[in-house]
């Protein structure tokens, strides 16, 4: 079965950087979306950046463009998401995702559009 597991996150200090990995096992699917989401307490899940398979096209939230940058290594079959000039506003936990052949499309910001999940990976950034 398919497995996302993330790790990278940490605590730093505002201006700092991070880079979260996420890592796929099980999980083939070529035409498919990989993105990063973020939640903190009382807010609703949000893409953060996403990246298509098949042409590695990326979004990004309006929020972190100029700052992260995602990527995908084929050979690793991992997801990485480069955080630069972090803010406490990132704080947050953040979540690996991966559509799959079957499901609903719902746009690529939507939660609901993402068949596999990770456990998260806690980000945390202090002023």
């Known amino acids: 079965q398919v497995q996302l597991v993330e790790s990278g996150g940490d605590s730093v200090q505002a201006g700092g950087s991070l880079r979260l990995s996420c890592a796929a096992s099980?999980?083939?699917?070529?035409?498919?979306?990989m993105a990063w989401f973020r939640q903190s307490p009382g807010k609703e899940r949000e893409m953060v950046a996403s990246?298509?398979?098949?042409?590695?096209?990326?979004n990004y939230a309006d929020s972190v463009k100029g700052r992260f940058t995602v990527s995908h290594d084929n050979t690793k079959n991992t997801l990485y998401l480069q955080m630069n000039s972090l803010n406490p506003e990132d704080t947050a936990m953040y979540y690996c995702?991966?559509?799959?052949?079957?499901?609903?499309?719902?746009?690529?910001?939507?939660?609901?559009?993402?068949?596999?999940w990770g456990q998260g990976t806690q980000v945390t950034v202090s002023s």
């Open positions: 995702a991966a559509t799959g052949p079957s499901g609903g499309w719902y746009g690529v910001r939507n939660p609901d559009s993402y068949n596999y």
């Open positions: 990246i298509y398979r098949g042409t590695g096209s990326t």
């Open positions: 099980g999980y083939s699917y070529n035409r498919g979306y």
